[in-house]
């Protein structure tokens, strides 16, 4: 087992174990699904809406060379810098380029995952700037120097009590239980940022062809400020966000509150189209526009699994998962947890080092059924442990799969086997758990399930006779 499998399987054991950390992911969801239920039904139709979704994201990814360029031409007709990264690093150093040729000091942040991935907060750091998130869930994951904790809510493990302390540890704020106060202790500190930043630094969550824009969507209305305050603005974004129309955001922005975060729509929508023009009054006077590659073309090549890129990072496909509620966000150790992250960190990472995260599911579907761009997630999962195993398979999975095969093949052999498992199966409490058991690493923590009493074969059998 490699380190990350290692360090995934004890943190899944040690979260899955602690019952408060589980109580307080439940207590978090549970407003979520009543509201997203709610907001999928004013919706004319919300199984009509995902198909559409899925298809306008086909027609974007599978012509993304096109909307691409078109997107890419149409901004910088008006200014914008964009520059193309084929990996992390890439970016990573022209963000840092751009930084230093500004002079920059202070640097502000509004929440991208993009970022996140790409490790950008620490290199700037190590290059010398201050970074400073202003999401207020990342602005607190930040001060704790840990990573985001969901994809759309990066704080929701910690109680009011923990940023209570933090901010009276780390900001010298009062304690208070208030959820109002502890955002103004939040927005005091981030105002001050607000206006010493040199450079804003942000996502996207759409990019649109056919106008050249970027679209951001929020709740605080720090990106707004973060894209605007400061002279310079770097946005930073996968190329798969591409959507072809500006009319595709009247169901997408919708469907992406709805699946998010379960509200109708995000309080701020705003689409970015270049640095300030001649006689507007504000705005960034330099727009750049990095657009990360980073092994996306390599899943864009591989036909079967390409629909991964669809993803709109709702985190949906996270609230709705058995094992993202009980091993929590922190255990994935990769940038994107849950679902769509044992689905695509294989492909952005290493297959053999992350395929132990598609093992890590019941298969139960729970994510398929809720994703808003229809992506058939626990299929893609079945299939990286396919891709894995035939890469490089191990040697018991050969012994089993050659044992398996060789028994298909001889149906008196699969009888026989069926039979003598059934006489067996009394015995399997008695020896449950202890060294006797050859399956007790699964049987150590949940009942083996119960042989049929009778087989499929003799059940067809009396069918057709009576
Ligand atoms: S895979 Fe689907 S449900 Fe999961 S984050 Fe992406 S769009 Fe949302």
Redesign the pocket.
Known sequence: MNAYAQAFKEAARRYAADTVHRDRIQQALAGYYVKRDENKARFQSWPGARAAAADIKWEAVNHLDRYLEEFVSKLEARGTKVFWAPGAKEARDYIIGVARQHKVRSIIKSKSMTAEEIHLNGALEDAGFEVVESDLGEFIVQLRQEPPYH?VFPAMHLTRRQISDLFHERLGSEPTNSPEDLTMVARRVMRRKYCAADLGISGANFAIAETGMISITENEGNARLTTSLPKVHVAIMGIEKVLPRLSDLALFLPMLAT??AGQPIACYNTLYGGPRQPGEPDGPEEFHVVLLDNRRTALLADVEQRD?L?????????NVCPVFKNVGGHTYGTTYP???GS?ITPHLRELQDWKHLSQASSLCGA?TE????K?N?HHHLLRNRRNAMRARPGRLEKMLQTGFAFMMRRPALYQFAARAGRLAQPLQPLVQGTVFDPLRAWTQTRSFPRVAKKSFRKLWRERKKS
């Open positions: 994809i699946s998010g991964a669809h993803c709109i990072r709702c985190g949906a496909c996270l849950g679902p769509i689905v994510c809720t994703c808003p761009v992506i997630l």
